[in-house]
């Protein structure tokens, strides 16, 4: 992909942060180098209405869509940053997760705090 102009194709606060965020400076790299797996992903994403988070890579770089905002709560800076970094206060047991998820064994209920309410996960 060289022409990253219309990416992502839809419109919305965070179709346009992904177009403008200096994703150079993070691990992922320039939007132009990321893979077809993941330009794909991200625009069907960031297109749909449902809130969505993903978190791509060794360092589970987070993008995540315009109805995942509400969920962010007082985290609303967590584009293009790891989820160590975001969710630092919670990350022991993140990390259990995603460890476990990236081995197929993704069915792990937690309890994680959001905006000072408990969140059911899993």
Known sequence: MTDISSFPSS??????????????????????????????TVDAMISSKFPQCLFW???????????YLPMLGNKQEALGKPLRATWSENWEDLRSITKKNNVGRNRLPRRLSARNHATRAG
């Not at 939007?31 to 794909?40: G, Q, V």
């Open 57 to 67: 890579g060794e360092d589970l770089i987070a993008i995540y869509n315009d109805g």
């Open 11 to 40: 419109q919305g606060t965070m179709a346009e942060k992904v177009r403008t965020f200096p994703w150079h400076q993070t691990p992922l790299g320039a939007i132009r180098t990321w893979s077809a797996a993941l330009r794909i």
